[in-house]
Nanobody
Framework: QVRLVESGGGLVQPGGSLRLSCAASGFTFSSYFMSWYRQAPGKEREFVARIAPSGTNTNYADSVKGRFTISRNNANSTVSLQMNSLKPDDTAAYYC???????WGQGTQVTVSS
């Protein structure tokens, strides 16, 4: 079955960095767009970034453009999100998503606070 497992969240100070990873299994990873979403308390889940199957095309939400970088490794079925210059507004649970017939991971918490 499809499984997505996120890791790498934690507490970081404003201006700091974190790298999230999502390990995928149960499907042909290299055939699917993959995305990261986030959900802050009391808010709807929102799109963060997306990467094409080949890794050559990426899209970002305006709020993270220039600070976050999505990447993937099709050889080991992982998608990552490098987050730099973190702000308190980036605090949220971050979710990995397989596009197409959607599957979601369980999420990993990112808290940006001094």
């Amino acid at each position: 079955q499809v499984r997505l497992v996120e890791s790498g969240g934690g507490l970081v100070q404003p201006g700091g960095s974190l790298r999230l990873s999502c390990a995928a299994s149960g499907f042909t990873f290299s055939s699917y767009f993959m995305s990261w979403y986030r959900q802050a308390p009391g808010k709807e889940r929102e799109f963060v970034a997306r990467i094409a199957p080949s890794g050559t095309n990426t899209n970002y939400a305006d709020s993270v453009k220039g600070r976050f970088t999505i990447s993937r490794n099709n050889a080991n079925s992982t998608v990552s999100l490098q987050m730099n210059s973190l702000k308190p507004d980036d605090t949220a649970a971050y979710y990995c998503k397989r596009n197409g017939v959607a599957y979601w991971g369980q999420g990993t918490q990112v808290t940006v606070s001094s």
